[in-house]
Each structure stands twice: as C-alpha cells, then as structure tokens.
C-alpha cells in the first residue's frame, strides 16, 4: 500500500497518476493521524469481519469490477465512472480488496486528493464525512465495502 499526492493531470483514473516526483510519498501513519484513515494489510477476510463485527458495522456489499462480471464494456465503464464520481458517507466504511488492485483518492485537509494504491489484502477505515473517490487499476478487481448504514450523500 502506498499513499501519495495525486497529479490532478487529466487521463485515465486507472493509472497511477503518482506525483511523487514533485512531492514525497505519504506516510500511511500520517494519513492517520491527519485525516484518521487508517490503513493496514489483512490477509484474511475473517480478520475483516472481526473488525466489522467489534465496530458495529451492519452493511456488507462485495463487487467484481471487470467487463465480464459487469456485463460488458459499456457496463463496465458506467460503473467505472459512478466509483470514480467524488461523494461522501454518513458514516464510517471500511473498504477491502479481495482480489486485484486499485486506488483510493481522498481529500485532504487542503482540498488536495491524496491517492492510495490498494491490493489484496489491503483494507482502508475511512472515517464519515470524508470525500473520497475509487478506481481499479487497469485490471480486475474484486472489493467489499462495508457500512453502519447506507447512505450516500
């Protein structure tokens, strides 16, 4: 897992749009300690449902991101597009790759995105009221995002 300021170039969300060459990489503890997202790697989703379980999270929803899981290209990027669309939560989610990889964009203090590169295994508490945004990288990805409730503003 890495966590960097984003380039805000226009292109494609799917690529790493990494501008640590003119910015160094973020520490994962100071995402923490600055927007409390906490981050951490979890190889077994059991470990996923302890937390779930212990924070009263009642929400689970698992997703396949992939043109053939979607039905199609057209489907695909539809979606692509409504994960990639900035938006908030009433409350605090927990976001787990399953399978693949992807991003996480966050807005910092400063109104900056701040890009996570996630994996299999890597799990994101982000907290409620935080804009953020997501795109799978330029392979298939398999998420579960998980809620107290579910709403979206």
């Excluded at 997202?37 to 009263?56: F, G, K, M, S």
């Excluded at 039905?71 to 399978?99: N, T």
């Excluded at 990805?141 to 107290?148: L, W």
């Amino acid at each position: 897992m890495k966590a960097y300021a984003y380039d805000n170039l226009p292109g494609d969300g799917r690529l790493a749009h990494d501008d640590s060459g003119r910015a160094p990489p973020i520490p994962l503890p100071l995402l923490a300690a600055t927007l409390n997202i906490h981050a951490q790697h979890l190889p077994l989703l059991a470990d996923v449902d302890a937390i779930a379980r212990a924070e009263h999270y009642t929400q689970r929803d698992e997703i396949t991101i992939s043109a053939a899981a979607l039905g199609g290209a057209d489907q695909y990027e539809a979606k692509r597009a409504v994960f990639f669309a900035e938006h908030l939560h009433d409350d605090d989610e927990i976001r787990y790759v399953l399978a693949g990889a992807g991003f996480f964009d966050v807005r910092d203090r400063a109104d900056a995105w701040v890009r996570v590169r996630v994996e299999r295994g890597d799990l994101l508490r982000l907290p409620a009221g935080i804009y953020h945004r997501f795109s799978p990288d330029e392979g298939d990805m398999r998420a579960s995002e998980s809620e107290k409730t579910k709403r979206v503003v």
